[in-house]
């Protein structure tokens, strides 16, 4: 059927005339016509099917008896399609029974010839007026039809659970998510209470909430509460209930006092804004790298220990472990080596304690551990013990193993504070003890700490001006040669002439350096200034002599340290064959791979590096063959306990290793006759220590210089008097 027509004119209407006597189709034509309606006429059953296949009619005056058949053919074709349209057969005067068999198959009405004009018209008019009636039928039934499919989709595909319980609390309807949601066929759950879905824990809460039945016109809530899901249905991965949003809307009785008599609702699934939050929560609180309690919690748990041991009147431990060396793997290895080595010790730390301690990192290499109910300070000594015992297996980093260390400082409540802040203060305070005296150890908090921390601290930033201010000096102690009677090279040793402190020797503010990244401004200080010497001396005659310096470990984590050595070189116009580069043994254990290579770097371009301190780290010889060093300084150690045999079999170890790898050997910390005696015994010419002379100024250091070679190392060197005020 064509579109409906504009409101305000009378929708068309089309007459189909089936009728062999062509005068009477004329007449018809003319006596119905009125406006808006349209007729088509034909004479036979075969020419009416054929109009009526090809569209619509709103009424059909079908004659009874037609050339090629009856009108009943028509009517079983209308019947045959499902046609909608109403028919009135015009019949004969005695034509009775096929009337009825025509009214029988449908037909709407007849009019028997011959008949009046008007009642024709009547029976056309009436059954118009039908034909508009049916058609506005049907097409509401059709609006309801979809507006019902559409009803129906919206509740049955929504992703909500959306349900209709009945007063007394009893499904009435609930859609098929169910099933999906929480594994229940639908059909089992009508009739069945709603708290059959709701998690025991929550049930009190939601009876209160829906309290039906009820008379009082109930109000809309909205309410989180967790529904139980039917275990054998799902799998076994998912999780026992499904957190839902829900809202429940009364639905109340049209007529009369308005009484409640259900509720409609609609769940929703919110376990995945659940975890959500609790996923952003738990960032809040831990670290992301080791996925520990962070500084807020650590705090939070600490000052709740603190309340608790306050009412029991017990005692409990806060320890702030700091993890050695720490800076310089990051350096060296790079981020991503130090993560995983942080992590690795943040799994260890953690194994070495009981349920209800808390681990936290703070941040950087930084972890505190509370021990919320100790006994005594023992307790905590011990597991203090445990994690410098545990770190004692080496950790496996994608570059090699590690041997971590940490560095322990221990607060106990009620002893050392009665607040989180001054426990972890002074926990803090004694770490940083530790990190003095060598690191790799634990220790208690002593009030007097305090006031070396304060001193500490002052130093650290006296230590920033100390460069500008000219404060820093270099001394130089000579390395003698036994065979020779000679002053064969000077090594430079750093000195802090401080305003108040007076001379600071280098154990006490180069570690101070490294920690806050002065470290390099000093060294490249060092550097220069030595260098500015050397050439001094050069041109003062003593073209010879060799110069040591000590390098820090952190200056092996510049890319471009062996470049700016070089450069150096050049600018003082010193040969690199008169400079030797001190370095230690733990650089070459930390990180094999970048100084390893700058060490090749540095003998390449002529520069001696020597291994300071050698023996008394993890020094082996697959080192010495990975760094191709040209000298080893035996150990002061060493050197002493000649003083008890006279030999040491580690002193022979290093020499003969020496002479496998044609390296040069120089002796430390010689103080007396019989230890040079015993070392030149053992094969060791060069030396170094206050036998010959003390660490002395620049100019003094010249004196030894211009000293003829003597005959005896026991009248060699003469100690210069003004060099002995400067011991320590
Ligand atoms: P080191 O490189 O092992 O230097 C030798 C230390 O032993 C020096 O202490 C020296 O004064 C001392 N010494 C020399 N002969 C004897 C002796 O016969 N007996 C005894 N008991 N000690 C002797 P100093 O000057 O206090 O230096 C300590 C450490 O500070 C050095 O150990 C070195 O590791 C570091 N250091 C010194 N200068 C620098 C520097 O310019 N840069 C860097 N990065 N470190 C430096
Ligand atoms: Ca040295
Ligand atoms: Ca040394």
Known sequence: MSGSPPAHQEPAVRILIVDDDASLRATFTQVLAKPGRNFDACGTVADGIESLSSRAYDLILLDNRLPDGTGLAVLDWLVEHSREEVVIIISGENDVDSVIGALRRGADDYVRKPYHIAQLQRAVESALHKAALEKVNRAMEQRLKASERLHRYLVESSPDLIFTLDAEGRFSYINPRVKQLLGF????????PFTTLVMPEDVDRICSLLSLPSTMPGESFNVELRLRRNRGELAPVEPDSLTVSLTGIPMLSQQGERRVVGLYGVARDISERKRAEEIISFQAYHDQLTHLPNRVLFKDRLELAITQAQRRTGALAVMFVDVDRFKLVNDTYGHAEGDLLLRAIASRLSSTLRR????????????????????????????????????????????????????????????????????TRHADIAMYQVKRSGKNAFRFFDPKLNTHHRERIALENDLHQALERNELELFYQPQISLSQGKVIGMEALLRWNHPQLGQVPPATFIPVAEEVGLIG??????????????????????????????????????????????????????????IELEITESMMMNDSAGVAIKVRQLREAGIGVAIDDFGTGYSALAYLQKFPV????????????????????????????????????????????EQADALKALGCDVMQGYLFARPASAGEAEAWLRQAPAPSMHTYPVQPRSAQTHLH
């Open 185 to 192: 066929e639908r059909g089992t759950l009508i009739r069945r």
């Open 521 to 578: 401004q000093i060294s490249r200080w060092v550097l220069d200034t030595s260098c500015a010497q050397l050439a001094r001396w050069r041109q003062a005659g003593h073209r010879d002599v060799r110069l040591s310096i000590n390098l820090s470990p952190h200056d092996f984590g510049h890319r471009d340290i062996v470049s700016s050595i070089v450069t150096c070189l050049t600018q003082h116009d010193v040969p690199a064959s008169q």
């Open 630 to 673: 040209s000298t080893l300084k035996i150990d002061r150690s060493f050197v002493r306990e000649l003083d008890v045999t006279m030999t040491n079999p580690i002193i022979s170890a290093i020499t003969g290793i020496a002479r496998g790898f044609n390296l040069q050997i120089i002796a430390e910390g010689v103080e007396r006759p």
């Open 356 to 423: 209800g301690d808390t681990l936290a990192r703070l941040g950087g290499d930084e972890f505190t551990v509370l021990l919320p109910d100790i006994n005594q300070p023992e307790d905590a000594e011990t597991i203090a013990r445990k994690i410098v015992t545990t770190l004692s297996e080496p950790i496996k980093l994608s570059q090699g193993d590690f041997r971590a260390t940490v560095s322990i400082g221990i607060a106990l409540f009620p002893r050392d504070g009665s607040t989180a802040e001054d426990l």
